[in-house]
Each structure stands twice: as structure tokens, then as C-alpha cells.
């Protein structure tokens, strides 16, 4: 995995200004990289076989709906990682609610597999 981009060595240092607003912070970053490391999230990429990943410095989100027929502004989200393989680029997402780092929002809506 990558270091993080920015290297803010304190909040108020030049590097963290110059940090976009929608960049995670540092320890974001490094909590994430442990928390795969510590779930042994070591495979090649399943596209290319390259060793080599990214985890990109910003988070997304995954809307969830009810049917693929609804807007994605339905309001319920999962809160994600990104790691792209240095190769092919090929994305994975990870919940960070799964690796334990997010707690706050709204609880997950019960799902019905059908
Ligand atoms: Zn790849």
C-alpha cells in the first residue's frame, strides 16, 4: 500500500494546507492500511495478478435502494475505502463500517435476500 499523499506533519503545517478538503487525513489513511493489513487483505489483484495497490487518499460512498429503478438519492449510503491496483487500476471497496472505522450515521437498513 501507498503512503499517503499529503505527509501533513502537523495540522497547521504548509503540506496540510495544501491538502485538498476532500482528502482523508493521515491517520485516516494509516487506520485503514491497518485495518487490511490486520485482515490479512493480501491477495493479487483478481483482474491483472499485480501485487501492487493504492489506497486512494478520499472516500466514497455506495448508495443503497430497494430497487434498481430509484434514484441513488435515496439516503442510505455505505461509507467505503478504495484501493486501486497500481496495474490495471481494477477498484476494490471495503466498508469501513466492516473494518471497524466507522461508527456514526444511520443504522443499516435490515435487507431482505430474496
Ligand atoms: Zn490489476
Known amino acids: 500500500m501507498s503512503q499517503h499523499p499529503s505527509h501533513p506533519s502537523t495540522p497547521d503545517s ?3 494546507q495544501q491538502r485538498p478538503p476532500f482528502f ?3 491517520e485516516e489513511f494509516n487506520a485503514i492500511i491497518k485495518a487490511l493489513m490486520a485482515r490479512k487483505v493480501t ?3 483478481q483482474r ?3 501485487t501492487k495497490f493504492e ?3 478520499s472516500y466514497t460512498t455506495i448508495p443503497l435502494v430497494p430497487n434498481p429503478n430509484m434514484a441513488s438519492s435515496y439516503g442510505v ?3 467505503t475505502a478504495i484501493v486501486a491496483c497500481g496495474n490495471c487500476g ?4 471495503h466498508s469501513l463500517s466492516q473494518l471497524g472505522l466507522f461508527k456514526g450515521g444511520e443504522q443499516p437498513p435490515e435487507v431482505e435476500i430474496r
Open 43 to 45: 491477495l493479487p489483484c
Open 77 to 79: 449510503f455505505i461509507p
Open 14 to 16: 504548509p503540506e496540510a
Open 48 to 50: 491483472c495478478g499485480h
Open 55 to 57: 489506497l486512494q487518499p
Open 24 to 26: 482523508m487525513t493521515e
Open 90 to 93: 481494477n477498484l476494490s471497496f
